[in-house]
């Protein structure tokens, strides 16, 4: 089973242009929505963000890239720069149309003569736009660009929303509306989270089996939470995914400057969207105070999770794998639900199993388990295995019912709660995980009081619909095997 990265259906539109010209500005602009993360600092963009467009009947993927130059206010200049040659050139031969962005206060540069010759070379459309035209004076200074050569100039601004519709309109002409509807949402949405430099990136580039995204020893290169559509086999079946790759999460202490606190918002907020996580540790570093943030993060929003113990090569003839088992037991007590794969990005080792894991994962978060067999589990549960006594009295289950997943949420109608000790309340999740499979999946156990059996059928507007529609189904059975029994 194999992650093949899905070549868009859509016509192609990546903005091009040197660095600070404000492509992740007219990137957001014509979608609408704050995806990429702009800032006033050089080379912020590096690896390449793919978004759909949708506008007056017509759809289109857009693409923002690095800038073009060399990146002078960063460590390790000429690796980054090559890496982000390298992005832009796979985007501009996989694109069909190419926005060549300038800006208007610094005229016209070498560095935009030769992004020109550039572009030029690959001999496809190119729209020149010229940003930053935030008044009438600057709009006319726009017609200097023209010594490009270029028969149509775009005066725009970004930050003003204006003259943007004519270089909507200009990048319309070369396709036909689309006849189809929006592409629906992907089936499955894997997000990869973790600190910097633990190999989200390589392990990214390891599923999708290409360098789809910029990989380096240099902690904090990946800036944006970046897109890759991917189609994997399904038992035969084809089926859409997306692998999000996000910066690394730091804490609130050590992060530097506002580049740095976006990338984490982009995190989280990629975290939320997922529907499984693939939560990765430095094998070598074992897990740090960083990971158990990261850790109570996917927790607390409830999410699948796969945790991925990268870099073995590095420890494998060091240390056993039950130690590091041992530590995550210690460390990460509440991730002990999750499956664990043992993974190398230089040689390979455990990537066949971690897409095959990743899916029963996902088939199991959208189970919905029958109300009659959960309680048919906690009877026989109760049968072998009695709640211990309180010394005021004995825990009883009245009644139980699953409310939604993930997580997992099940409510337990019972007699007093406090009678239900710690240690029982964990047996009774491990109980329920191991008897429907629900591995990788957090689990949430409401406890409400009933003080009389009778009550669990009687109408509680502070019950959920979904509790209430079961219980409306189990007093009719109720009332059929009385009335069967009567007769």
């Not at 210690?330 to 999750?338: E, K, T």
Request: net charge neutral; proline share 5%; aromatic share 8%.
């Amino acid at each position: 089973m194999r992650m093949q990265t899905q070549a868009s259906k859509l016509p192609v539109v990546t903005i091009v242009g040197r660095p600070n010209v404000g492509k992740s500005s007219l990137f957001n602009t014509l979608l609408r929505k704050r995806i990429a993360i702009v800032h006033e600092q050089c080379g912020v963009t590096r690896d390449r963000v793919a978004q759909p467009v949708s506008w007056n009947g017509y759809r289109y993927q857009l693409v923002d890239t690095g800038g073009l130059g060399v990146l002078s206010d960063e460590k390790n200049v000429e690796f980054m720069d090559d890496q982000i040659r390298m992005q832009l050139k796979v985007a501009v031969e996989s694109s069909d149309i190419m926005i060549m962005l300038t800006d208007v206060k610094d005229g016209i540069t070498e560095l935009d003569r030769e992004v020109c010759a550039y572009l030029r070379k690959h001999d496809k459309p190119i729209i020149l736009a010229v940003n930053k035209c935030d008044n009438f004076e600057l709009e006319d200074e726009a017609s200097v660009f023209s010594a490009l050569g270029f028969e149509k100039t775009h005066a725009i601004s970004c930050n003003h929303k204006s003259n943007l519709d004519a270089l909507r309109e200009d990048i319309c002409t070369y396709f036909p509306p689309s006849e189809e509807e929006d592409e629906t949402s992907p089936d499955l949405r894997i997000t990869l989270a973790g600190r910097p430099n633990v190999g989200k990136s390589s392990i990214a580039n390891r599923l999708l089996g290409e360098e789809r995204v910029i990989v380096s020893d240099i902690a904090g290169t990946t800036r944006d939470a970046v897109d890759i559509p991917f189609a994997f086999d399904d038992e035969g079946e084809s089926r859409n995914g997306l692998l999000v790759d996000t910066a690394g999460v730091k804490k609130a202490g050590k992060i530097d400057n506002l580049v740095e606190k976006f990338s984490m918002m982009r995190t989280e907020e990629a975290i939320k969207r997922s529907t499984v996580i693939l939560f990765v540790i430095d094998m070598s570093q074992g897990v740090t105070n960083g990971d158990k943030k990261i850790a109570n993060t996917i927790k607390a929003e409830g999410k699948p999770c796969v945790v991925i113990a990268n870099k073995w090569d590095l420890v494998k003839a060091e240390a056993p794998k039950q130690k590091f088992l041992d530590d995550l037991e210690h460390d990460l007590p509440f991730m002990r639900y999750c499956p664990i794969i043992f993974t190398s990005s230089v040689d390979g080792n455990g990537f066949r199993d971690l897409l095959p894991a990743t899916l029963r994962i996902f088939e199991q978060s959208l189970i919905d388990i029958p109300t009659a067999l959960l309680n048919q589990v906690l009877h026989d549960m109760v049968l072998r295995t009695p709640p211990p006594s309180t010394g005021k009295g004995f825990f009883k289950i009245y009644y139980a019912t699953m409310v939604k997943n993930p997580p997992a949420h099940f409510i337990i109608f019972c007699n007093k709660k406090n009678y239900c000790q710690d240690h029982y309340k964990r047996f009774i999740e491990k109980t329920i995980r191991n008897a429907f499979g629900l591995s990788g999946i957090p689990i949430e156990i409401e406890y409400r009081e009933r003080t009389h059996l009778q009550e669990k059928f009687r109408e509680n507007d502070s019950l959920p619909g979904e509790v209430k529609e079961k219980m409306a189904k189990d007093r009719k059975k109720a009332w059929r095997r009385s009335k069967k029994y009567r007769s």
